[in-house]
């Protein structure tokens, strides 16, 4: 008897330990989390999916997008729809108070790199880098990979 007394005490102090540690491990978690910016919902509910059709069939309309096309019509070529989407990206800046600096990004490729390269060329991306208000080191990049090469 002596025995079952002795191990319900313990079990009952074990079970009540579990709980205070159940209990500041569920406070210490709810503290360190972060929690969800409501912005977040904004943001989503501001996505268009007739804005992402028309900025597609805006691309679609500059006929290609080969790395190694156009890059000097307004028209037609990579060239065209590179300066459209920094010209986009320019217009997102303007109604930001100029919060995006949006500028050229670009490599060269080479004959020399790869068997898909018919002639040397830059690869040249739209970027768009916004910087934090409250927290200066923090950015936001923004870019597209739109052009298209032979495989």
């Not at 912005?39 to 679609?60: C, E, F, P």
């Not at 190694?68 to 997102?92: L, M, V």
Request: proline share 2%; glycine share 4%; aromatic share 10%.
């Amino acid at each position: 008897m002596m025995y079952i007394v002795c191990l319900n005490s313990t079990i009952q102090n074990l079970f009540h330990k579990m709980k205070k540690i159940t209990f500041l491990l569920l406070l210490f978690t709810s503290v360190i989390t972060p929690q969800t910016d409501l912005k977040i919902y904004d943001i989503i509910d501001g996505v268009s999916a007739d804005r992402i059709k028309a900025d597609v069939k805006t691309l679609t309309e500059f006929g290609t997008r080969n790395t190694f096309s156009d890059t000097i019509s307004n028209t037609r070529g990579i060239g065209a729809a590179r300066r459209w989407i920094k010209a986009e990206f320019n217009k997102i800046s303007e109604n930001c108070n100029n919060c995006l600096n949006v500028f050229y990004q670009k490599d060269l490729v080479t004959t020399e790199m790869s068997n898909r390269v018919p002639h040397d060329a830059y690869v040249v991306n739209v970027v768009a880098v916004q910087k934090g208000t409250k927290y200066p080191n923090r950015y936001i990049i923004m870019s597209g990979d739109i052009d298209s090469r032979n495989s």
